[in-house]
C-alpha cells in the first residue's frame, strides 16, 4: 500500500484538513468549477483509486472520504478517518501494496475483488457506500492468499468485465435464491435450477471444479466434522452478469463472515470465487458498527 510510514502521515495530515475542500471551492472561478465538473470520475473509478492509493501513496483518492461520516465496518480497524489513519500509520517499511482485479457499481455500492500485501500476501473483497460523490461507508472480507485450487485455479482468474447489464435485477434474484435453497437450506434437489452439472468454474483454494467438485469437498469436510453454514443473507449487489452476496454462518463452528462472487451466464451460475472470514472475538473489536449492518 504506501512505502514510506512518512507518507502516513501526509496523508493524515489531508485525511483531517479535506473537510475544508468544499469550503474553499467556493471562491474558485466558474471556469474552473465547470473543468473540476467535466473530470468528476465515477464512485467506482473512486473506489478504485482509494484502493491503489495505499499503495502508491497518492494523496488525493482520501478526498473521496466524507471526513465527517466514514462509517468503518472492518473490526480490526478503527472507526472514522482517524481509524484509517491509524491503520496507516502501522504500514511495514516494505509498505503495502493492493491490485484491484474487479470492480462493480450497484446503485450507491461499489465492490471491489483486490489482491493485497498487507502483513503478508491477502485476498478480499471490499464494499463503499456513497453519498453524494464521497464515500460515507465501508465493509470488507479479507483471508491470506492461497495457492491454485484442485482444478488450477487462482482465487482471482477469470472473467473480469461484467456483461449482461439489462439483467442485473433478474441475476441477483437468482444468485439470492440460490444461496438461500442451497446454501441455507440445503435442497439439493434444486440445485439444478440453478447449476448445469460441471458447467461450474471453482475459484475456492480447496474446492475443485463442478458440482462433483462441490459435493467432494462437502464429503471431506463431513468426515472431518466440519460443517458449513449460512444462516442470513445480509446484502446482495450486482452489476450485469456479477452478483456479490454477504452472508453470516458458521465454518467449523467458528463465527463466519462469507462474501461470494457469482458470475451468470444464460439464467445459470457458472463461476464462483469466494472470500471466508472468521469473526474475530468481540473483545478485539476496534468499533462497534457491526460487521453486517448495512442500511435498509
Known amino acids: 500500500m504506501i512505502h514510506k510510514i512518512s507518507i502516513s502521515f501526509a496523508v493524515l495530515s489531508l485525511l483531517f484538513t479535506s473537510c475544508k475542500t468544499e469550503k474553499k471551492k467556493e471562491g474558485v472561478s466558474i471556469d474552473t468549477q465547470k473543468q473540476e465538473t467535466t473530470m468528476e470520475l465515477s464512485n467506482k473509478e473512486k473506489a478504485v483509486a482509494l484502493l491503489t492509493s495505499l499503495e502508491t501513496g497518492d494523496q488525493k483518492p482520501v478526498g473521496y472520504i466524507n471526513p465527517n461520516k466514514y462509517i468503518q465496518h472492518n473490526l480490526a480497524v478503527g472507526d472514522g478517518l482517524a481509524g484509517f489513519g491509524a491503520l496507516l500509520q502501522n504500514a511495514p517499511k516494505s509498505g503495502f501494496k493492493a491490485n484491484v482485479i474487479r470492480s462493480y457499481q450497484d446503485g450507491e455500492y461499489v465492490f471491489t475483488h483486490t489482491i493485497y500485501d498487507f502483513f503478508g500476501p491477502k485476498i478480499g473483497f471490499d464494499v463503499f457506500r456513497f453519498e453524494n460523490g464521497k464515500i460515507v461507508e465501508h465493509w470488507d472480507n479479507l483471508i491470506d492468499l492461497a495457492p491454485v485450487n484442485p482444478s488450477g485455479h487462482t482465487q482471482t482468474d477469470g472473467p473480469i468485465k461484467a456483461t449482461d447489464l439489462d439483467k442485473t435485477i433478474s441475476n441477483k434474484a437468482l444468485v439470492n435464491d440460490f444461496v438461500s435453497s442451497i446454501l441455507m437450506k440445503g435442497e439439493m434437489d434444486k440445485i439444478?435450477?440453478?447449476?448445469?452439472?460441471?458447467?461450474?468454474?471453482?475459484?475456492?483454494?480447496?474446492?475443485?471444479?463442478g458440482l462433483?467438485?462441490?459435493?467432494?469437498?462437502?464429503?471431506?469436510?463431513?468426515?472431518?466434522?466440519?460443517?458449513?453454514?449460512?444462516?442470513?443473507?445480509?446484502?446482495?449487489?450486482?452489476?450485469?452478469?456479477?452478483?456479490?452476496?454477504?452472508?453470516?454462518?458458521?465454518?467449523?463452528?467458528?463465527?463466519?463472515?462469507?462474501?461470494?462472487?457469482?458470475?451468470?451466464?444464460?439464467?445459470?451460475?457458472?463461476?464462483?470465487?469466494?472470500?471466508?472470514?472468521?469473526?474475530?472475538?468481540?473483545?478485539?473489536?476496534?468499533?462497534?458498527?457491526?460487521?453486517?449492518?448495512?442500511?435498509?
Open 212 to 296: 462433483s467438485g462441490l459435493g467432494k469437498a462437502l464429503e471431506g469436510m463431513a468426515k472431518q466434522g466440519i460443517s458449513m453454514v449460512y444462516t442470513k443473507i445480509h446484502k446482495v449487489l450486482g452489476e450485469g452478469n456479477f452478483v456479490l452476496v454477504i452472508s453470516e454462518g458458521t465454518f467449523a463452528d467458528q463465527p463466519t463472515s462469507y462474501y461470494d462472487l457469482f458470475r451468470v451466464d444464460n439464467g445459470k451460475i457458472v463461476e464462483h470465487w469466494d472470500v471466508v472470514e472468521t469473526i474475530i472475538a468481540k473483545s478485539e473489536w476496534k468499533n462497534t458498527n457491526g460487521k453486517y449492518n448495512f442500511p435498509n
Open 192 to 209: 439444478g435450477n440453478y447449476i448445469e452439472g460441471d458447467n461450474y468454474t471453482q475459484h475456492n483454494p480447496v474446492i475443485a471444479d
